[in-house]
């Protein structure tokens, strides 16, 4: 018999082990708790919620709602197990998490399927299926074995995170698209700030509320890796000279030079995100959407992705893993949960499921799934495998989805047709491809 290993029993590893064991194979998880704890994880148990206890908005026209749904009817243990310990917090679906975490932890440890091995992995164990599921702050021996995997250019040890927008909130009016010289194929928005608009921007920023650094983050700083708001506390023109430089653009509008720009860069294929680039940053959200908002193209821009800088363990994955998180290289190693480019407890959950699924399915000589790019989990999986520049990690949010066939002008109606599609797209997915999986 094949032989099967999941390492780390987070949130993707548990619903990937659950997956294998609940089809009839053996699985062997390893989990380095309680004998080497994370810098954030405090308890023994699997599926341990580090942070806050909310898994977002029930709503299924939400988009995390449209991602609980979806998980739900790929049958997730874990939002079985949160249904029965939820606590009330109004549209959202909020956990008792030592409740949770511990009956997590039960289910997997007296699965007859399942062997658990509470220790460290430090080089890959012997099996025939690796599931990688080890989260945003993976053990020191164990990255060096991924960089050795995946190309040590390709494993990243945080994230410094620029905020996005959906492309369909941005006023181009304010604005207009060239590459700096008029090199390359105009690929960039320039939001053109005036000295005035500038220097009412440049306050805020100064004034703008951080997010206090935990210890395991400050080493980030020392990476050359400058949020924009430490970058404006050198000087008034540092930030003229750095991110938010006009040389090399011409705006078309006046001829001239602007003042100040900042730069809005593609960040999927389809151009339906746009970064913010060079503004990796440690406000509050509430700030960050409150200045940057000061931006005339931005003023009621809609962000997909608020800016941050955190310890964070993930891999390139447009460049080393297939849509079927498998591993280009290596076909029998698999990655699952934030270490391949998500974002968040539910999207790690989402993947482990996926990842447990594709090992199913070779392990019954099947070929793996590809979910539809139309739903939520589908999409962005289809992000991470496919993002245009440097991976930045992705939550869920509407803007991944491919757009509708019809024109919907109404925002949140569009949303709506967006799910409606989505929840019909993975059911039929679901009655071709997975019903003797999914039982
Ligand atoms: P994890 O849940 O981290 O699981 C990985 C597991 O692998 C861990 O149990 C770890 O002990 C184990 N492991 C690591 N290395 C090894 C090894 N070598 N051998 C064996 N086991 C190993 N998300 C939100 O949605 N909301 C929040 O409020 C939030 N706050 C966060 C705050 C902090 C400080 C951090 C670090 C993350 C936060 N996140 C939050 C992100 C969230 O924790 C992750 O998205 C989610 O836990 C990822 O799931 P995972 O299964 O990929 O990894």
Redesign the pocket.
């Known amino acids: 018999m094949k032989k099967v290993a999941v390492?780390?029993?987070?949130?993707?590893?548990?619903e990937a082990s659950y997956k294998i064991a609940q089809a009839g194979f053996k699985v062997s998880l390893?989990?380095?708790?309680p004998n080497?704890?994370?810098?954030?994880?405090k308890t023994p148990y699997?599926?341990?919620?580090?942070?806050?206890n909310?898994?977002?908005s029930f709503d299924q026209y939400s988009a995390s709602g449209l991602l609980k749904k979806e998980m739900e009817m790929l049958d997730s243990l874990l939002l079985k197990v949160a249904y029965k310990y939820k606590v009330p917090a109004g549209q959202a679906l909020a956990i008792d998490r030592e409740k949770f975490s511990k009956e997590i932890t039960e289910i997997l440890e007296n699965h007859p399927n399942i062997k658990i091995y509470r220790?460290?992995?430090?080089n890959l164990p012997d099996a025939d299926i690796i599931i990688i599921?080890?989260?945003?702050?993976?053990?020191e021996?164990?990255?060096l074995q991924i960089q050795k995997l995946t190309g040590s250019e390709y494993l990243y040890f945080y994230d410094a995170i620029a905020p996005v927008v959906d492309a369909e909130t941005v006023d181009y009016s304010k604005g207009f698209w060239a590459d700096r010289y008029s090199k390359g194929t105009g690929d960039y928005f320039n939001c053109v700030l005036t000295e005035e608009e500038y220097e009412i921007f440049y306050n805020e920023l100064l004034k703008g509320e951080q997010v206090p650094l935990?210890d395991f983050e400050r080493a980030v700083y020392f990476e050359g890796c400058l949020p924009i708001e430490e970058m404006a506390r050198r000087g008034k023109e540092t930030l003229l000279y750095g991110p938010m430089k006009p040389v090399g653009l011409i705006d078309p509008n006046t001829g001239k030079r602007p003042f100040a720009v900042v730069q809005l860069r593609k960040e999927n294929i389809e151009g339906s995100l746009l970064s913010l680039v060079g503004f990796q940053t440690k406000l509050k959200y509430n700030e960050q959407k409150r200045i940057f908002r000061l931006i005339p193209a931005l003023k009621d821009a809609e962000f997909v992705k608020l800016g941050s800088i955190?310890?964070?363990t993930f891999i390139q994955s447009q460049k080393v893993l297939l849509p079927t998180l498998q591993l280009k290289s290596n076909l029998n190693i698999l990655f699952?949960?934030?270490?391949?480019g998500?974002?968040?407890?539910?999207?790690?959950?989402a993947?482990?499921i996926i990842a447990g699924i594709n090992a199913v399915k070779l392990l019954k000589n099947e070929n793996p799934i590809i979910l539809p790019k139309t739903t939520m989990i589908g999409g962005l999986i289809n992000y991470i495998t496919t993002a245009k520049n440097e991976l930045q990690p992705m939550?869920a949010n509407f803007a991944l989805l491919p757009e509708l066939d019809k024109k919907i002008k109404n925002k949140e109606e569009r949303k709506k047709a967006k799910a409606q599609r989505a929840i019909q797209d993975m059911e039929d997915f679901i009655k071709q491809n997975l019903i003797d999986t999914l039982q």
Do not use: W
């Not at 699997?46 to 806050?52: H, L, Y």
């Not at 699952?336 to 391949?340: D, L, N, R, V």
């Open positions: 390492i780390g029993a987070g949130l993707a590893g548990s390893f989990e380095m708790r080497k704890l994370t810098p954030a994880h699997f599926a341990e919620i580090v942070c806050s909310s898994f977002g220790e460290e992995v430090k599921a080890t989260g945003p702050l993976t053990s021996d164990l990255s935990k955190h310890r964070n699952a949960g934030q270490i391949t998500v974002e968040g407890y539910m999207p790690s959950a993947t482990g939550g």
